[in-house]
């Protein structure tokens, strides 16, 4: 079994930033991709941003030019930088885990941008 533990989140003004990160353990061997979805309420979870094994990175558009992904193969983790957020940001955000066992999800953590 797989366990991610999130971190970061919270209450920002517009314009401001965030960052947000996962760290895997437990049953993680064959790691396929890391990265974070999110959703808004009424709304679908989507994919926000991902890191593909081979190094491929994808991005929502909505995201692309202000949101950066990261990983640390060594330290199982991966983080997400979120700058000039704005109102649409606000979801709760979960961590991806793929491996070749299956799909892990973190508990998520809330985003909030609000004036």
């Known amino acids: 079994q797989v366990q991610l533990v999130e971190s970061g989140g919270g209450l920002v003004q517009p314009g401001g930033s965030l960052r947000v990160s996962c760290v895997a353990s437990?049953?993680?061997?064959?790691?396929?991709?890391m990265g974070w979805y999110r959703q808004a309420p009424g709304k679908q979870r989507e994919l926000v941003a991902n890191?593909?094994?081979?190094?491929?990175?994808n991005y929502a558009d909505s995201v692309k030019g202000r949101f950066t992904i990261s990983r640390d193969i060594a330290k199982n983790t991966v983080s997400l930088q979120m700058n000039s957020l704005n109102f649409d940001d606000t979801a709760v955000y979960y961590c991806?885990?793929?491996?070749?066992?299956?799909?892990?999800w973190g508990q998520g953590t809330q985003v909030t941008v609000s004036s």
């Open positions: 991806n885990v793929a491996t070749f066992r299956g799909v892990n």
């Open positions: 437990g049953n993680i061997f064959g790691i396929v991709a």
């Open positions: 890191i593909i094994n081979g190094g491929n990175i």
